[in-house]
């Protein structure tokens, strides 16, 4: 066998920690090495150019790169091998600069362990194999988990691009927080108008299939192939009958019922459509509090319905779809400020959430547009903004900044000045987040334009006290530029809430297979240069369910998950790795221990004709992981470019080294 | 002192080690303070005090010395904890005041007089008797300060309500000894310089 090394200096990387003219200087001395050479930037061009071109001029039939971590370049090595007509897997890298120069600063033990680590390359390289992939076929359909504006945009964009498109949403419409806003910054634009006709076009749209009140029960399947079963909750009601007339939510004598999509702060019957603009307009039974299902009693709706639709005896159903693809795109929740005893914990009315505010705001929300105290109706004077609440706030274990709170605290106030000419908007804030387009110029209308104080403090405590006109709030807080403690008399108090990760979404993530963070924001492949794919290949992530996020930041990411995807599912077959798993039908003995084991179900035993079984590897599901090939008892399963006899040698390089290394 | 409208020189007029000391001998990550001033929004002695207590926080962080140990704050500070309880990075605020002020006596830096008058002698009165004698206290408080009279008309209405007694009720036991043991013991730290 003819093998070429070539050292990589990577710049100063690993050129400053490592003697890399002495690496390649051993490594001429090792069996079957032909050529060793040191390189500047062995990725290069030029570095990739003299890889090909030894390999012709030399007849190698095999190389070894020592650089950088396989994750950032191997697929470049590879493919450079392959234009020079070797096998990509007749190549090996071994990682010199996260495994010896970044982390150690001896230079002559850091040589030595270079040497060692191209030593077991070349070993390993010698008993390597050549490999070919296989290819299947794809399912051109993706699975989007979440309908606010995200998973909305990334369903039109896909569905645009030909793919049909199942959109699982847990609530009964589509258009999550932003359908609830009332207007939009830094334009004051409606919210729902312009969201609207996105909602209407993905519940018009062929090849858009909505699941409301769905939830992702479970995931199977690798990419290209995914198998996802999803529940639907019951509803009570025949969407299929339904034509949301609204007859029902007239006639229901359950009118208690706290309205979810107006933050709860009004009610609503127990079977309701949750807003004017809902998609799909249908009707749908809060089994908590409806009579007929908690005491028996009552059926109106099932009397008023002219269709015919309600349904008592309904059950939950699941479904199973096959995909190519999924993108999670399931937003995010706001912060329970019920856990700060500073600012009433919920016990005081006139202390509400930001999102509450938006519907007292909205036209179209219980107050019809006007704002009022809900503890007496009557409006407020003065209206006191609290900024982070939830927010870089360590004590309650949110370090990070949400990001958009600073806007929407901005347009509220300003809607505030708006909507009651003779109030005054005070905003307590620690620092101004505006780093988007017309963002700073909006916060400075604010307080230019619409006379908005803003103070630059924390509010310590929030207590009540008595007014002019009723009630009021004591707003206690510091103006630390003035160095000086200050207090507000305030009618209405607004918490500018914190966004934190969807409910349930650890849960979703470890049924997709994906990674999340300590406070259950999904985790991206790479946070700069992959920001849409996740670390399980088919699964992108789209809008706030990533970290924090605004709605032109969300939209954003949305169509370039889409894009992702279409990319993806544009092939009409996938190659598989070939890394994966094969049995050696003459050694195994049937015994079914890693049909047991394997944790993808990528192992079926295959009856032979005299009654005997055989284990047999599912290509396309196996993932390589090698659990089946330690599990064998009688080593008929290997791993392919993982044998048993590729990895010892290696250790046997190893320990042959450490014995010569260790005589002095 | 520098005059306020002078500029200060945040590089020589740094003292680095007593950003240091504050820091060990309180055991709090003095870093972590981003001046949200919630320190100071919920302090009920603000009003009091001559330097408000997120600006403290601000002195300590750029070792502004000096100006730290000589304000009148630290003295007139209650430890109510209040600090404590809001900051949201979890410093614990009181116990910064409470080593500035160790750190103010040993530097002989004391601007509230009286406060520590009546400190010393809360503390002379219980390692005399194991716990404070209240009407001892007041009287020699009442002395050193130089207004004999100033809380006299609190007397009677205490008195009546059995608050004050005439003679120290001292702990049984081995009570009293054991406090007088923790005197002896500080004493001989400081001695030895621990």
Redesign the interface.
Known sequence: MRIGVMVCHCGNNIAATVDCEAVAAAAREFPDVVYATDHMYACSDPGQKTIEQTIRDLKLDGVVVASCSPRMHEMTFRRAVERAGLNRYMFEMANIREHVAWISLDRKRNTQKATDLVRMAVEKLRVDRPLTPKSFDVQKRVLIVGGGVAGIQAALDCADGGLDVLLVERKASIGGIMSKLDKTFPTIDCSVCVLGPKMVDAGQNPRITLHTCSEVEEVSGYVGNFEVKIRKRTTYVDWTKCTGCGACQEKCPSRKVPDAFNENISLTTAINIPFPQAIPKRATINAAHCIRLTKGKCGACAKICPTGAIDYEMQDEIITEKVGAIIAATGITLFDHTRLG?YGAGRYPDVVTSLAYERMLSASGPTAGHIKRPSDGREPKTVVFIS?VGS?????DRPYCSGFCCMYTAKQAILTRDHIPDSKAFVFY?DIRANGKGYEEFVRRAQEEYAVEYV??????IYPTAGPDGGQLMV?????LL???VEVAADLVVLAVGAESSTGAPELAEKLHISYDHYGFFMESHPKLRPVETNTVGIFLAGACQGPKDIPASVAQASAAAGKVLALLSKDKLESDPQIALVQAIRCIGCGKCERTCPFGAIRMRELRDGSKRAEVVETVCQGCGICSVTCPVRAIQLQHFTDSQLLAEVNALCRTWDETTES | MQSPLQAIDLTTSRDQSFVEDVARESGQDLRSCYQCGNCTAGCAYTMNYDIPVHQIMRLVQLGLRDKALSCRSIWLCATCQACTTRCPNNIEVAVVMDVLRHMARRAGHAPERLVKTFTDGFLASVARHGRVFEAGLAACFALKSGKPLQDAGLGPAMLSRGKLAFLPHEPGGNGKAEVAAIFQRFLKDQESGK
């Open positions: 500073e982070c870089r706030d360590r004590s309650v620690m630059r403090g924390r509010v310590a405590h206690r807080g510091a103006d630390t160095g000086a403690q």
